[in-house]
């Protein structure tokens, strides 16, 4: 059983930066595959980024292609989410997801963190 804790999220202005850590623990890090998902008031979670077990290989939904980068460290068994030029349509409760395979643009994944807040005022 894998246990993540999210951290990082907070009030910034638009265009500011923000990076969300998510800690996992309870499990072999590497042998997952990480994303980070995030869920709007109202709308339905959403799938923003993955990365390959290694690390070696990434990608990010369009909407946050360019502003937004994953990355993790197997050594610290974290997984990290930089974001910069955020936009007032990036609020939402981020969650990390881990998994087997983690498809590009579903929102499935083995277990899930409890979610840390990100608000982006205009």
């Known amino acids: 059983q894998v246990q993540l804790v999210e951290s990082g999220g907070g009030l910034v202005q638009a265009g500011g930066s923000l990076r969300l850590s998510c800690a996992a623990s309870g499990g072999t890090f590497s042998s997952y595959v990480m994303g980070w998902f995030r869920q709007a008031p109202g709308k339905e979670r959403e799938f923003v980024a993955t990365?390959?077990?290694?690390?070696?290989?990434?990608y990010s939904a369009d909407s946050v292609k360019g502003r937004f980068t994953i990355s993790r460290d197997n050594v610290k068994n974290t997984v990290y989410l930089q974001m910069n030029s955020l936009k007032p349509e990036d609020t939402a409760v981020y969650y990390c997801?881990?998994?087997?395979?983690?498809?590009?643009?579903?929102?499935?994944?083995?277990?899930w963190g409890q979610g840390t807040q990100v608000t982006v005022s205009s």
């Open positions: 990365i390959s077990r290694t690390g070696g290989s990434t």
């Open positions: 997801g881990a998994g087997r395979q983690i498809i590009a643009g579903k929102t499935i994944a083995d277990y």
